[in-house]
Every structure is written in C-alpha cells, then in structure tokens.
C-alpha cells in the first residue's frame, strides 16, 4: 500500500523534520499531499526537491496527490508560482502546474541550473568556467534588485558556491532559489545539490582526522582545506587553480553581514559573524542558505575579501596539510 504524506510548512526547520520523517517510511510508493502549506521559504522548496531527487534516484515512486478539496491558498500558490512543483518532477502533476515564472522583486523563481548549460553560455562552448560567471551575474543582478553593492556580493558568493559544485562532486547539476524579505529588511539564498556530500567529498583527504558530518562542516570552511580533496585542482588554468579557500571566504563574508548556513553529510553548520555552531540533521547531497541584512552590504568591499583572504592564508601556516595561497579566482571580487 503507498503511503500518503502531508507536506506542511516548508521553512528550514520545518522541511529538515519532514524529510526525516518521509525517510523513515518504508513503503516504495509515497503520495505527496500539498494542499496545507502555509509558510514557504526557498531554503524549504530546496531542500525538498533534492530530497526527492534522491528517493527517485533509490527507485521510489513519488506521486503528487491532491487528496484534500480545500487547498491552502496562499501557501501552496506561492510554491507553485516559484516553480516548485514543476521542478519537483514528481508523477502526476495536475496540468495547471506553473511550469515557468518570471522573477519579480521579491522572488527568484526554483531553478535547475546544468553544467552543460554553463558550456553554452561560454564564447567557445568549451570552457564551463567562463559561462559561470556570465551565469552568476546574471542571477546577482536579479536577485539583488538594482542594489549595486549586493549585486557584487551575490556575483562572487554564487561563483565559488557553483564552481565548488562542480569541481569537488559528481553532480552535474544545482538548484537556487531566492526570496526578499522586505519586513525583515532580509534577503534568503538557498542553493543545492545531490551530490555525496562534504563528508564523503573530504574522507579522501586522508590527512585530516574527520569524525562525522559535523567535523566535515568545519573543516570545509577552513581555508586552504576543501581544495585538498578536489578532484580537477590541476586539470584548470592558474587563475582557477583550486585552492580551498571558497567556502572560506563565503562563509566569512556572509557572516559579517547575515548568517551562513550549510547543509550536508547529516549535519548543519551555522555561522553568524565569529559565532559557529553545528548539530546532526538528515540530509541528502549539500545545500547552502545565505541570508543577507541589506543594509548591512555595504560592509562589504573588495578591501574585505583581501582582508579575508590574507588572514586566511596566515592561518593556513598552522596547518600543514592546507594550501598556503588562495587561487587568483578567489581573490577577484
């Protein structure tokens, strides 16, 4: 018999405790019942899809399945607009489905973003790393909503997330989604994948002495560390030579103006200015949330990243398993 589910608030917490319970079921076949969404965030919807990509990858079959006749309409509207449903892929969809949005002010519609468009957005068609950053500019300049100082910000937080992807996992492909939170004054970013994880991704660095997901978070904000792992470090030019400052350096910047947040290898790490803390939490491949103050932006500067970079590659010197200098692509902000 299939098990239904009734998917409900699809806010951080709420989503990391419906996957864990949606884990735990043992049934092959489960129906998804969305009717009673109320909060929705897009920390939330990713989270979900890449838990769901999971299971169908693990043969499940997943159904959307609209058992309730009364539909929350302000929740489940919201998600289907943000494309949730449609990029959720799961069997059944009725056929109103929002298939694609436009974003708007306060919104970047859920968006599957594929290696091998990167290479078509190259001028030569062969090189993914300079569609990167034509990519993520792009995606700076809607999010940040005409707000010069976050455009750039975003531009280099969403460059080194995507290239960390793309270097140190087998997925070929992320999701990002982003909402604006104009009475917070807040700005939420959430990015994800369905690789294997930090964990899985860092245990090849037989150096570093990793116990669980929660030790793998920290050193994977550690500079000079995650670079030690990669698998194409040396296959690409100097100025994208992988390093392992990356994550280091999003985490320091975001920090100074919101909290980082990451998402992998069954634990969570957040981080909000020099505050880090961690616990165990069930998860599938890695996801990253970026939640921003705007008015705190203009914190930021090129200055900053330098700052950031130099007191990174001092402390590298105490660890002699960490790569002493950041990669030129790092420096550039």
Known sequence: MPTNFMVRNLTLDGTLR???????IKDKIINLDFSKMTKVRSIGMILFTTYIEYSVNKNHKIYYYSGSTKVNDRGYSYADHACFFNTLKVKNLPSNITK??????????????DVKE????STSGTDWKKGLIIKSKKLAKIISNGNNVLETNIAYALREIFRNTFEHTTSNHLFISAQRHPSEGTIEIAI???????LNVLSVNKNLNIYD????????????ISGNAGRVSNRIGNEWKNSGYGLYVVSEMISKIGIFNIISSNAKLEKENDNLSTSKNISFGTTLLLKVNIDDTYKLSSKTIDNIVSKGQIESKNNRYAIRTASTMSKIY
């Open 18 to 24: 419906q996957i864990e319970e949606l884990s735990t």
């Open 213 to 224: 997901g929660e030790d793998a978070l920290k050193w994977c904000i550690k500079p000079g």
């Open 192 to 198: 994800s994948d369905s690789g294997e994880g930090i």
């Open 100 to 113: 694609n949005s436009v974003p708007t002010d306060n919104f970047y519609p859920l968006e599957k973003i």
């Open 118 to 121: 990167l290479y078509d957005l």
